[in-house]
């Protein structure tokens, strides 16, 4: 389902934990790590959307989360050429996405990324908040910082983005490349 503009709409997930750090996903089999998220379907609302591809990737439940806020606004990001299935080029430009900002109520180990029979992630692990800016692929960058940014108004006692970079020593705007995230252990990896 596109939109007249050729974007999907889609829901994001920031999970925190009570330290305001973020959930981070491994993709299944590939060294590619992101947010939870996933598509709206016809007739869906943002919110169902949400508590859907939670359970579905994260293994998460209604009771183990806060809903602690949301995008005012459709968030949007193109996909590059080369990335969109063949059938699609033409009408398919990328996602439009509402993040939810959620707490983890429940424990590490109420995380189960095999709550389907198609994981989307085979690892997951808790990352600093801002981190996952410099680490995602290069063309969700903008929305990721987008969205953090717009959500942060929800979090009490989280460094802004420019503090964050000075603390690892970067000048403000410079961008790490993935391999320079403070690599963390893994969690769930047979979960």
């Keep these: 389902m596109l939109d007249r503009d050729g974007y999907r709409p889609n829901v994001g997930i920031i999970l925190i934990n009570h330290r305001n750090q973020v959930f981070w996903g491994k993709r299944v089999r590939e060294h590619s790590w992101q947010f939870p998220q996933g598509g709206i379907k ?58 939810f900002l959620l707490k983890l109520v429940g424990r590490d180990s109420d995380v189960c990324l095999r709550a389907t029979n198609h994981p989307e992630f085979d690892g997951w692990r808790w990352n600093d908040y801002w981190a996952p800016v410099d680490a995602v692929i290069e063309f969700k960058r903008d929305v990721y910082e987008r969205a953090l940014r717009e959500l942060t108004r929800f979090v009490r006692g989280v460094e802004s983005r420019e503090a964050y970079l000075r603390r690892l020593g970067h000048q403000d705007g410079d961008r790490e490349d993935a391999a320079s995230v403070p690599d963390l252990p893994d969690r769930g990896h047979s979960a």
């Design 42 to 99: 016809p007739g869906e609302s943002p919110e169902a959307a949400m508590y859907r591809e939670l359970l579905e990737e994260v293994g998460l439940l209604p009771q183990h989360v806060r809903i602690l806020g949301r995008t005012r606004d459709w968030l949007r990001y193109d996909v590059p050429t080369n990335w969109v299935r063949r059938e699609w080029r033409g009408s398919y430009k990328g996602q439009k996405q509402i993040w």
